[in-house]
């Protein structure tokens, strides 16, 4: 036989940023691996800097970063990570972005707008991204902005075997607190043998973050509603839904939500009375000063662990998720 034999062994490398370093532990932690030793800093002047301790090459590479604020720093130091795996000669580099960045500017929605969410897919080709691993995108179509796979993840199961004890079907309504969220809601009616109520929620084009409501499809009144949406930002959305639910005669409202953004205001009016429970991941890092006694924060380690094992092993992701992924 002619050519160099190999052993065909793999190696895993899995490095972190600086955002979350607690969700890249319990990853590594969940492999049974552990993080390479990474020298990240930031200079005097706003620059930042990365290089690992130990030898890349010809690794099977994954890049943990989570998009909290301020989420340039956190973008561009992922981007600085990448190349210097791409120069150091990883073998294939996955970018792991549980909350994929400028999500929800995915299209035009008036003239002279950006499609940052395509600019972010872009940046991470142009670093030397192979592949990008995420969680609950805003819009499923982002995928087709990265030219390579893209594992699309669901939160979903991690939450849902938070409520399957507590929820009655018999008196429940899953809401979608809008259009947008309408195809996720229905799963997870169908998951719970629930109907499905919609939101038609207003935003004002020219003010961030300001919603309204307009009307409530489905049934509510008397049922306990449980909104599911894929972030938490301002909370305004999903306040001002379980306002409207509760004036529609609602008995009760539970929110379900991947990504707790918690900008300001959201600890604050999340705590309203018309809201008995809130239950998030940690995609994003929730710290304590951001807690509350209703609200729940469920380790999304295990789910990216697995994920994370499967494209090493050459599995199937879509495996996880009852072939829907
Ligand atoms: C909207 O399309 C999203 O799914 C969220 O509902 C929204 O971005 C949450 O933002 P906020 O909490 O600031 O209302």
Known sequence: MSGI??????????????????????????????????????????????????SVRGSDAFVIQSHTAPINEWLMEQLIMLDALKRASAKRITVVAPFYPYARQDKKGRGR????????????????????????????????????????????????????????????????????????????????????????????PLVPNQVSVHEIIGPVEGRVCLLVDDLIDTGRTIVKAAEALKKAGAIGVVVAATHAVFSSPATEILQSDVIDRVVVTDTLPVPEDKRWDRLTVLPIAPLLARAIHEVFEDGSVTSMFDGAA
């Open 5 to 54: 034999e190999t052993t065909g062994s793999k190696r895993l490398v899995l490095v972190s940023g600086r955002a979350h370093p607690a969700l890249a532990e319990q990853i590594a932690h969940e492999l049974g691996s552990e993080l390479v030793p990474t020298d990240a800093r930031t200079f005097a002047n706003g620059e930042i800097y990365a290089r690992f301790d130990e």
């Open 113 to 204: 707008e950006p499609i940052s969410a395509r600019l972010v897919a872009d940046l991470f080709k142009a670093a030397g991204a192979d592949r990008i691993m995420s969680i609950d995108l805003h819009a499923a179509q982002i995928q087709g902005f990265f030219d390579g796979p893209v594992d699309h993840l669901f939160a979903m199961p991690v939450l849902l075997e938070e409520f399957k004890n507590s929820l009655d079907p018999s008196t429940l309504t899953v809401v979608s607190p809008d259009m947008g969220r309408v195809r996720v809601a229905d799963i997870w009616s169908d998951k719970l043998g629930a109907p499905l109520a919609i939101i038609h929620k207003r935003r004002d």
